[in-house]
């Protein structure tokens, strides 16, 4: 064990006369977390919408101050009074607006007949979050509207009564805990994988290794000093990014403590995972060039920025299999719903399995190089 332990001194004295390794590793989830979570799940509003009354009588006017109030209160849409379709498809076409509400002629005629009134609503899709507010914002319209003005005597329609478990989420509370697994794969390969590759074409290795040091201690040594700078790294992330996002109670000592236990065991299964990619590869320019590649392989099939729910079949195939997943999940459950150890124990159980069988295949597969 002291040699393992000499492994990791000599690894963590050569890392800290650098310190701005550990900065820049950490400069683009924090850029992302930053950026992202402001980016994203904020309330969309004030979306330009085409308002084009080709009715203007009894019913019409009703519709209109509908709208109006929507676009005083939530402020969910903005209406803009238009003369004609040809107008409103020309500027929506353009991208000027964000949707088109149409009142047709005979609106009010319909309306008193019975006659199924309808009120047509286009929708720029090329932005999918904007256009289903629209839609959502809309369909509440139309709804209020279909309600009698005179409750009846026997209520015969449903009501859906929605109970929030949760406070209010924002996207960038929401975000965290993929940045924080970002933050570990990126020391991963800064501080693990690309050190690995440049320690060995420097000849460190086979200095280690005329050494009573054995292939496999060299392997665990430095494995273990990469975990503990991605401990190091998503502590960091979990202060700084916790704060930024707002996590209620985050200096709780259980808490921290299972954090600390969630970040040093997928610390210890992404450098496992990272060390076994590069344990053949010679060439220092290799992990360079695939970090853009495994960082996109692991880190948005993992649900860190959109539900697995929504994934294709063969994509929810690579999140079962992917440590990014089990480690976003297990910090998800920590940070937004401070679950405790029974939210995060089965993705301990993965990590460390996972950490353990990419060890092993590693110690199995390290080739001296002379």
Do not use: C
Not at 49 to 59: F, Q
Not at 321 to 327: E, G, K, M, Q, V
Not at 349 to 354: C, T
Request: aromatic content about 10%; glycine content about 8%.
């Amino acid at each position: 064990m002291h040699r393992i332990l000499a492994i990791i001194e000599r690894d963590m004295r050569k890392f800290f006369r650098s310190p701005a390794l550990m900065v820049a590793s950490m400069i683009f989830p924090l850029m992302q977390l930053l950026i992202l979570g402001h980016a994203f799940g904020g309330k969309i509003r004030n979306v330009e919408v085409a308002l084009v009354d080709s009715d203007r009588a009894g019913y019409a006017r009703e519709v209109r101050q509908l709208v109006a109030a929507v676009g005083a209160n939530p402020k969910t849409f903005r209406p803009i009074d238009y003369p004609d379709l040809a107008s409103a498809y020309r500027d929506l076409r353009a991208g000027k607006i964000g949707a088109i509400l149409h009142i047709p002629e005979n609106f009010t005629r319909d309306a008193h007949a019975r006659n199924r009134p309808r009120i047509a609503l286009v929708v720029d899709n090329t932005d999918n979050f904007r256009a289903d507010t629209l839609i959502l914002a809309l369909r509440q319209l139309v709804e209020a509207m279909n309600e009698p003005p005179v409750d009846p005597r026997l209520v015969r329609q449903i009501r859906l009564e929605v109970v929030e478990l949760y406070p209010f989420v924002r996207y960038m509370k929401y975000l965290l805990p993929g940045s924080i697994a970002l933050a570990i794969f990126m020391i991963s390969m800064i501080g693990g994988g690309i050190i690995f590759i440049d320690d060995r074409a420097r000849g460190l290795h086979e200095g280690y290794l005329v050494t009573p040091i054995r292939e496999g201690e060299l392997v665990l040594g430095l494995t273990f000093a990469g975990a503990l700078k991605g401990l190091m790294a998503g502590m960091v992330l979990v202060v700084i990014g916790g704060l930024m996002a707002g996590v209620d109670q985050l200096w709780e000592p259980v808490r921290l403590f299972y954090l600390m236990l969630v970040l040093g065991i997928a610390s210890l299964a992404l450098i496992s995972f990272t060390f076994l990619i590069f344990v053949r590869v010679q060439d220092p320019l290799v992990p360079r060039a695939i970090i853009g590649v495994l960082m996109t392989l692991l880190f948005f099939p993992s649900g860190a920025i959109y539900p697995i729910e929504g994934f294709p079949f063969w994509l929810k195939w690579i999140s079962v299999f992917d440590p990014f997943t089990y480690t976003v999940h297990a910090l998800r459950n920590l940070l937004l719903r401070d679950t405790g150890f029974v939210g995060i124990y089965t993705d301990l159980l993965y990590l460390l399995a996972f950490a353990l069988v990419t060890t092993v295949a590693t110690i199995r597969l390290f080739q001296r190089t002379v």
